[in-house]
């Protein structure tokens, strides 16, 4: 009795006689010497049983002498360039299995056989074994093409058909022409699955090949499929190509842009949302939103607990699923990346993943892997990690739609916690740019919650000059009306800890408490612990586990009271804080809202924002400023004034 093996290749050898039974295919694969400069081993199969494993490439002409087709993987631009001597080798047909994949194979899981450009093979350096690989892999092929509806296989024969790469596999099955609206087929065949008034005649004419590669993308559908990173390296403009068929309002009556761009209906299925946030009666995140998906560039300043996340975390998902792309959000806090992260699990939306130097290495692998195959379509990195040579070759595989900057006021000098790291990130798209070959620049979003006219300058500045990017402003002026402002005077550091105890006492909700020297941190936390009052410290010298620790503690509810310096909260999503006190005075203006905003994240949640405030206060101010060479104590003492003037008057509109 024959084996199963045996009786699946007498099935392909009698598909393949049927098939082409006057022609001969060598299915062949070669091994290239280490210098890259000849071939060293060759190796070939010709139905039915004719095999041929040899060094010498007369040898290997003689074998393949009578064959009209040579079929293998990636011969075309490879193989075949180191046997253009052979005689009568321009006469023959070429077949190459590596360009059928995609187009025949895009759904996860890929063919067991393809692996990137090469074949997933067991053996090491066998070129015999190779073209035995390559010839059940066409046959797979051959078997998936007759599987396709008839009108498909019309579309990617009207493609492809005079493309060197797929010409071959045509001829051998023999395909006939059947419908001529090429266009018209499309349209109606992609129906609800592309935008309805989709340039298709452009992209017949200019990327017949790219088109064909995203036809077959969309119709898999699944939205965790992702084109391969070969194709994207040699066939850019597929992104381009996806974008404008999927991604891209046409503000037009549309069966597909009705439903899959529609950010009112997103909103509803993704977040469970019926409308957006306004402020102040204008209709701000909406806007931006709308922005984003139409594939602007833009700079959002939203008060803090003001929807930012949602902004940038809508129109990722809606690309994601819609164009299979990439969202790589930047943000200086890994707090952040693993709240929002968290956060968005709790919603059911698993997309998002954050790659940073506290993770573990089997979970740092996961996420590289989560991205690599399609299943993640956000990733939170630090800015840092741009200078990963990894994660650069990693966002080279995706078709990377957006980059988004979380805490932009980071780009300036001017702002409250410049960063340098942040001035690289327009060198660095720019260079994925260059290497992925985009033809249109990757826009970028950027996110911060206060800042000046300077700052708003330096970021827009930046983005014109590094990368020609016009960011078009949304700046939100509404107040935080469930927030209330109250300043208690304290002569001595024994009455404002006594002030401390007693609002800790009144107020039963998650506090967070902001101190301004480090020590200052466990001290308060040690004494508030001892006192019956259970806290943690919090401080950008901890350890990074300590702080990892702490945070938890306070995010999880295990502990009522965080006792921090402004390292603590940048990005931090806790939406039922119902007080924030300031035990010593922050060093700005801007500082004192972002970290009094981190109350009453919740709009429901009435929450209570107190500075405890000793007139010793500005002489310890002025002492830490000095030491950066910051402003005058003067002009100091009168900033700081009018900021507790305003906090006592409660005039809420101002502390935006």
Not at 229 to 235: A, G, M, R, T
Not at 334 to 363: C, F, H, R, Y
Request: hydrophobic share 35%; net charge negative; glycine share 4%.
């Amino acid at each position: 009795m024959p084996s199963i093996q045996e009786y699946l290749n007498r099935i392909r050898h009698s598909f393949s006689q049927s098939a082409k039974k006057d022609h001969v295919v060598a299915f062949i694969d070669t091994e290239v010497s280490s210098d890259g400069r000849r071939i060293c081993d060759y190796g070939a199969f010709i139905e039915p049983e004719e095999k041929l494993h040899t060094t010498s490439k007369d040898e290997f002409a003689k074998f393949i002498h009578d064959a009209e087709y040579l079929c293998g993987h990636n011969i075309l631009h490879h193989d075949l360039k180191f046997l253009a001597d052979i005689p009568g080798l321009k006469r023959k047909k070429t077949i190459d299995t590596l360009y059928l994949s995609p187009l025949l194979f895009p759904r996860r899981p890929y063919h067991k056989l393809v692996k990137e450009e090469k074949l997933q093979v067991e053996e090491m350096n066998n070129p015999l074994n190779d073209s035995l690989k390559a010839r059940d892999l066409f046959y797979d092929e051959i078997s998936a093409f007759n599987n396709l509806s008839k009108e498909l296989q019309s579309i990617y024969y009207k493609l492809l058909h005079k493309q060197e790469e797929f010409d071959g596999f045509f001829d051998y099955i023999g395909f006939e022409e059947r419908e001529n609206d090429l266009v018209g087929l499309i349209q109606t065949q992609f129906k609800g699955l592309i935008c309805d008034h989709a340039d298709i005649p452009r992209l017949v004419s200019e990327h017949p090949t790219e088109l064909a590669y995203a036809l077959a993308l969309i119709h898999c559908g699944d939205t965790f499929s992702i084109t391969p990173p070969w194709v994207l390296h040699q066939f850019p403009v597929v992104e381009h190509v996806l974008k404008v068929l999927c991604n891209t309002p046409c503000h037009q009556p549309c069966s597909y842009c009705d439903e899959r761009l529609d950010i009112h209906k997103n909103l509803q299925s993704v977040f469970g949302y019926k409308e957006f946030r306004t402020f102040d009666g204008e209709p701000m995140q909406e806007k931006a939103v709308q922005a984003a998906v139409d594939g602007k560039s833009l700079l959002t300043i939203f008060p803090t607990g003001g929807g930012k996340s949602l902004t940038f975390q809508l129109p990722a998902i809606m690309a994601g699923r819609n164009e299979h792309g990439l969202t790589v959000v930047i943000s200086p806090l890994q707090s952040l990346m693993k709240d929002q992260v968290d956060n968005l699990a709790e919603k059911g939306i698993t997309e998002a993943v954050t790659i940073n130097g506290l993770l573990d290495p089997i979970s740092r692998t996961n996420a590289f892997e989560r991205v690599a195959d399609g299943s993640a379509s956000i990733l939170y990195i630090a800015p840092e990690m741009l200078r990963s040579k990894t994660l650069e070759k990693l966002l080279l595989s995706r078709n990377v739609v957006r980059f988004v900057i979380d805490e932009a006021h980071c780009f300036s000098a001017w702002g409250h916690d410049f960063r340098v790291d942040y001035l690289y990130i327009g060198d660095f798209i720019r260079k994925i740019q260059e290497k992925k070959g985009n033809r249109v620049t990757i826009p970028v979003s950027c996110f911060t919650a206060t800042a000046k006219q300077k700052v708003i300058s330096d970021i827009r500045d930046y983005f014109q000059r590094k990368l020609g990017l016009e960011l078009e402003l949304f700046a939100s002026t509404a107040a935080r009306t469930n927030l209330r402002y109250s300043v208690i005077h304290a002569e001595t550091e024994e009455e404002k800890y006594d002030y401390l105890r007693n609002l800790l006492t009144a107020n039963d909700s998650p506090t967070i408490i902001y101190v301004s020297r480090t020590r200052k941190t466990r001290e308060i936390a040690e004494k508030l612990t001892s006192d019956g009052f259970p806290a943690l410290p919090f401080n950008g010298k901890m350890d990074p586990n300590d702080k990892i620790a702490n945070q938890n503690a306070f995010m999880d509810n295990q502990v009522r009271a965080i006792v921090a310096t402004s390292a603590f909260g940048m990005g931090v999503d806790k939406k039922d804080v119902g007080m924030v006190i300031h035990y010593d005075i922050s060093d700005s203006l801007e500082n004192y809202v972002q970290e009094a905003g981190r109350a009453g994240r919740d709009p429901q949640l009435n929450a209570q924002c107190y500075i405890l405030f000793s007139d010793h206060d500005l002489d310890k101010h002025f002492i830490l400023l000095n030491q950066t060479k910051l402003p005058s104590y003067r002009s100091l003492q009168v900033h700081y004034r009018k900021t507790l003037h305003l906090a006592d008057l409660g005039i809420r509109k101002h502390l935006q």
